[in-house]
């Protein structure tokens, strides 16, 4: 069995539009984060600016 860990990064969004790309740029801009071993779900609460 592998021993490494699987992250999942569950963002909540209301009405910001424009912080979304920022925030997912930054999050897989992280080096020190293997990109297979996370997921990112961003969750829409419904807002009105999409």
């Not at 930054?26 to 807002?47: Q, Y």
């Amino acid at each position: 069995m592998d021993n490494q860990l699987f992250l999942s990064i569950i963002i909540p969004v209301y009405n910001m539009e424009h912080y979304i790309v920022p925030c997912l740029e930054s999050i897989f801009a992280n080096r020190d984060i293997d990109k297979n071993l996370f997921e990112v779900i961003v969750v829409n609460d419904g807002s009105t600016d999409m």
